[in-house]
């Protein structure tokens, strides 16, 4: 590791430090004129400001400042191949300031992915492939969806762990198929955002040393300059959390550029931060320098002197023929070096093949063993044999028989791992230690997220995070992208209700259950025993598409029976205990209130009730079962109970229902006790059920 804590700072006329790569990396730096770099700084320009006119809407000032520090970067530094945008040892590229989405569309075009002419013209319309922020999945070569200011950071700093992780798992000294890197384009508001503190520093501590960091230093936000609101010496920040810095302060010197990021690649033991001083809208007059260049059309008279001054034909979306045979003659060299790891990858297959299936590159991992499905049932077994287990103990035992079915099944926890019962066997990853599984996030639920994501992009592992229900306000954020990039990430949220207890309403989660379920494409699961955690973690880990929530109990819960798991399975719940033929009422429940449900019954029973029992551990199944027609509405009233906010829960109830839940904050107290103080008692439920079928509840 190098010991020099000092900035390095590389002027035009600076001396580059020797570049060295590590694993199957190829050198394709080409030999490229500075009059072609600027060639292709200006096209990269011009089309951004062409698309952003022809939308009349969009952030033409990044791709204006940052054209050229990104072409270089692309043309000499990025390993990837526009034949193969999927290719697994490809280097990946984060644009964390996504707004600026021209920039990388333009790049993309021009190196030759299918993405063409017409689709930069239709720049931010319905339907396009050039979305007004990038998404993954809709444009080639887009490795994740950015726009929300810090998450790229947070999402690439997964990517280099799983790249680190993975060289540990699969590199063999005959077949070093991992050897990639991992670059991010971040502007001051991505620095300025919480979760870049998180995720550098967990980088940092990690010592991610093929992560770089590009900081498009332009010193401008929309309301202003950004020394306005935000001092920080951010280079110093880096350094403490433990990277390498490198400044390059101009950014219209290429060669300056060029040794910038090969000292990036030469840096072992440190991720890199690459200082570049830019100039937000540079080239357009009037608004060049100024926060007019942010988010707005420059104008025709300004596209128009821009074309004039860089010597271009007065034609929108023009690329010059000189710079599409150079990228040609590029293009060639990057499809030589994926052959070559491709003939690599296949021996690789062939000498190692339980490795090659235990860590898919192309693909999140999924489990798909039916021995697998059975170890899990063997742990809810076994987790089940005491008279009551709390679920987020059975989700420990579920979690280590995922964990030994599925090698590539790597998390951890936000420093909650005692609590969550998340730690695997074999220790964890820390500096050049990354053969463990369990990763110590630390307090950065926020930054965890958004690696687990960066784990999932990536392909070949399998992630999961964990930290208390009432924190996963702290996270949302990239949650909401899991779901909304479809990745197979599973979040496991403990401590789920005022059952917490004596640590009062700031730990006792009353909102956070609901609001998970609002959140679209989010399995939400809250099992009520061992049984249907270990379905509920069987759910999450054979899922390719979608992101899962389990929400876990923090006290013990009485064992139910493994009946009719195959109705949660498909309609999202199942029957409890006995099931008369024409009930009077039904309880339905999630969770920890199932038990209680089920002590109610047995009190309506001896007042001569019939009472089913519902548990619901995944309301949005049940719910659109009811709504499809799959599952009848009960034709008796119902009795919906929860700990929890019950706003979606009278959503499901008909006119004659009742619902049970907590309106308000918890207190500080025994947990029982404060359930009670709620109104979460059996006598109340037997109560409320009492009084929709017309008859008078005892007094407690």
């Known amino acids: ?26 050198d394709l730096a080409v030999d490229l004129t500075v009059d072609l770099d600027e060639l292709a700084a200006h096209t990269i320009r011009l089309l951004s400001v062409d698309a952003v006119e022809r939308a009349g809407s969009g952030h033409p000032g990044l791709p204006l400042g940052a054209a050229l520090p990104a072409w270089v970067l692309w043309s000499r530094h990025l390993r990837h191949d526009p034949a193969d945008p999927d290719w697994p040892d490809r280097d990946r590229f984060v644009l964390s300031a996504g707004h600026g989405s021209m920039l990388l569309y333009a790049l993309l075009h021009l190196t030759g992915y299918e993405l063409g002419l017409d689709d930069l013209r239709r720049f931010r319309t319905t339907g396009s492939r050039t979305p007004g922020h990038p998404e993954h999945g809709i444009t080639p070569g887009v490795e994740t969806t950015t726009g929300p200011l810090g998450q790229g950071i947070g999402t690439a700093v997964g990517m280099a762990l799983a790249e680190r992780m993975l060289a540990e798992r699969c590199n063999t000294d005959e077949h070093p198929v991992v050897g990639h890197r991992t670059w991010v384009l971040a502007g001051d508001g991505c620095l300025m955002e919480g979760i870049s503190h ?8 990690l010592a991610l040393d093929r992560l770089t960091v590009v900081f498009d230093d332009n010193d401008v936000t929309i309301d202003g300059p950004a020394r306005n609101s935000c001092t920080d010496d951010v280079e110093a920040r880096f350094r403490a959390y433990g990277w390498h810095t490198v400044r390059v302060d101009d ?128 742990a809810a077994d076994e987790a089940g044999a005491a008279a009551a287990v709390a679920t987020r103990r059975a989700s420990a035992a579920a979690l280590c028989a995922v964990a030994d079915a599925c090698p590539g099944l790597v998390g951890g926890s936000a420093d909650l791992a005692s609590s969550t019962g998340t730690t695997l066997p074999g220790g964890d990853v820390g500096p050049g230690s990354f053969a463990p599984r369990t990763v110590p996030f630390g307090v950065r639920e926020h930054g965890m997220a958004a690696a687990l994501n960066g784990i999932a992009l990536h392909g070949g592992l399998r992630p999961f995070g964990s930290t208390f229900l009432v924190f996963a306000d702290y996270l949302r954020p990239a949650l909401r992208l899991s779901a909304l990039m479809r990745l197979p990430v599973t979040y496991l949220f403990t401590h789920d209700s005022v059952h917490v207890g004596e640590d009062g309403p700031t730990h006792q989660p009353v909102e956070q259950l609901e609001s998970l379920r609002l959140v679209p494409g989010l399995t939400v699961l809250r099992p009520a025993d061992s049984a249907e955690t270990a379905l509920a973690w069987e759910i999450a880990a054979t899922a390719t598409d979608r992101p899962t929530a389990l929400v876990l109990s923090r006290q013990d819960l009485p064992e139910l029976g493994a009946a009719e798991l195959d109705r949660v399975r498909q309609h999202g719940y199942r029957v409890v205990g006995t099931d008369p033929d024409r009930p009077d009422v039904v309880l339905a429940a999630s969770g920890s209130e199932v038990g209680p449900a089920c002590k109610a019954a047995e009190l309506l029973r001896a007042r001569g009730a019939a009472v089913r029992v519902l548990s619901v551990p995944w309301r949005e199944r049940f719910d659109r079962a009811l709504d499809t027609g799959l599952v009848p509405r009960p034709a008796v009233p119902v009795v919906w109970i929860e700990a929890g906010v019950r706003t979606g829960w009278r959503a499901l109830a ?10 308000s904050f918890g207190h500080s107290g025994p947990g029982p006790e404060i359930a009670a103080q709620l109104g979460l008692t059996v006598r109340a439920i037997a109560a409320a059920a009492l009084r929709a079928i017309g008859r008078t509840p005892h007094e407690p």
Request: glycine fraction near 10%; aromatic fraction near 4%.
């Open 654 to 663: 008909g006119p004659g229902d009742a619902v049970i839940g907590i309106d």
């Open 251 to 378: 950014a219209g010197d290429p060669a300056a550029l060029d040794r910038a990021y090969a000292a990036a690649r030469a840096e072992t033991g440190r991720p890199t931060l690459v200082s570049v001083r830019t100039t937000i809208g540079l080239g357009a007059p009037g608004v060049e320098g100024t926060p007019k260049a942010h988010g707005s059309p420059v104008g025709p008279a300004a596209v128009a002197a821009m074309r004039a001054a860089a010597g271009l034909p007065d034609a929108p979306f023009h690329v010059p023929a000189e710079l599409r045979r150079a990228v040609t003659g590029l293009r060639a060299g990057w499809s030589a070096a994926r052959r070559d790891w491709t003939d690599l990858h296949e021996r690789w297959r062939t000498a190692h093949p339980a490795t090659a299936a235990a860590f898919p590159l192309h693909r999140t991992p999924a489990l798909d063993d039916p021995a697998g499905l059975r170890r899990l049932a063997r």
């Open 198 to 205: 998180e995720a550098a520093s967990l980088a940092g501590r």
């Open 1 to 26: 590791m190098t010991e020099n804590r000092t900035p390095l700072v590389l002027p035009a006329s600076g001396t580059p430090p020797d570049p060295v790569d590590r694993g199957p990396a190829v």
